[in-house]
Each structure stands twice: as structure tokens, then as C-alpha cells.
């Protein structure tokens, strides 16, 4: 694959060093394979309160779709939904198990936050899909979003880490949907 080249073009590359987030799964200079570290995460929810405002970081376009449209400006229900949702689709197809229902409190909590400012904005990155045959473009949003949490409910952090984990929305396959995320306490 890297003498045959990758894209329109067919740029061909060397790969140097491979990462799994966390250790070198392969360097070419020691020409050793090695097996991914495993990272176990846990989204049950931490029914404690403490959080009071959420910051979230939309570091690769993000394309969440809600009723079938794009959402311009995602709230911050929806972006936890499509952690959810993302989260479920995995386990069900790679996981060892079912994923824990989401506590109704938690969503009542993400439908009743308030977005406190937005600074997000389109980011369109131009494709060529040779099975198409054709140009496209994909589309999502980056930038940042501060939501304010209601008081006393469950924090969401095992679902925001899952997000940031597996990314969410749609191309996620393409390097779309990654976020990171900042909660602070009251």
C-alpha cells in the first residue's frame, strides 16, 4: 500500500511509526510488531453531581445529524446521544456485551443545558471517491462549545470520554467526529 500510493494521485509514502494512542505498536527502524495496549472503558454513569460547566472541543469536523438535517449548532444532547449511539454500535459489533441503558436523569440533564457560548464553524474537506467515480465534499463542524450544567445532576463523563475515545457523527472512519471535552466543578 505505501509503494502503491494512497489517493487521487497515488502519492506513495514509508511508514515510519504506528501509535495506538498510547505506546509504538510498530517503528519501522526496529522492524517489531507489536500488539495494541487494551483499553477497557467504563460508561456507567457516575450518578454524583459536581459538574457545573462543560466545555467541548470539536478538534475534527463533527456532522451530527438530527431528524434526518444537519445540526448547524450541536447542542450538548445531542452530542451525548450520538456518543450513545456510537458507543452501543461498537459493543454491539466488537464488544463483549451489552452497553448500560442511560440513566433518564442524565438525559433530562443534557436536554435542560444551557449552550453558553459557541464559537464553532463549517469545515468542508474536498474528497474524490474513486468507487463513485467522482469529487464530494464532507462536511462538519469544529470549534469550541461551553454548556452550562444543571445543578445536582449526574455527571456525564463516562459517555464524553467514550466520545472522545471513539469519535462521533457521521465519517467518523475518515478522521471526522473527534472531540475532546472539560468539565469544570462548581
Same mark, same amino acid.
Do not use: C, S
Given at each position: 500500500m505505501c509503494e502503491r500510493g494512497l489517493g487521487r494521485e497515488r502519492t506513495s509514502y514509508v511508514l515510519e511509526r504506528v501509535s495506538d494512542g498510547r505506546d509504538v505498536v510498530y517503528d519501522a527502524s526496529a522492524s517489531v510488531l507489536r500488539p495494541p495496549s487494551a483499553q477497557w472503558l467504563d460508561v456507567r454513569s457516575d450518578l454524583s453531581a459536581g459538574v457545573r460547566r462543560i466545555g467541548i472541543e470539536f478538534r475534527t469536523p463533527v456532522c451530527l445529524c438530527v431528524d434526518? *438535517? @444537519? +445540526? $448547524?449548532?450541536? %447542542?450538548?444532547?445531542? $452530542?451525548? *446521544? +450520538? +456518543? $450513545? *449511539? @456510537? %458507543? @452501543?454500535?461498537l459493543a454491539t459489533f466488537y464488544g463483549e456485551g451489552e452497553v448500560a441503558d442511560v440513566p433518564k436523569v442524565l438525559l433530562e440533564a443534557a436536554r435542560a443545558s444551557q449552550g453558553v457560548w459557541r464559537a464553532v464553524h463549517w469545515h468542508d474537506v474536498p474528497r474524490y471517491s474513486a468507487r463513485q467515480g467522482r469529487g464530494m465534499i464532507l462536511r462538519g463542524v469544529t470549534g469550541h462549545s461551553a454548556f452550562d450544567w444543571p445543578a445536582g445532576a449526574a455527571s456525564p463523563g463516562a459517555w464524553l470520554e467514550a466520545a472522545k475515545t471513539f469519535h462521533i457523527g457521521k465519517a467518523v472512519t475518515f478522521g471526522f467526529g473527534g472531540i475532546d471535552y472539560r468539565m469544570e466543578s462548581p
Open positions: 434526518g *438535517r @444537519r +445540526a $448547524v449548532l450541536p %447542542t450538548f444532547e445531542q $452530542v451525548l *446521544r +450520538a +456518543a $450513545v *449511539r @456510537r %458507543t @452501543r454500535l
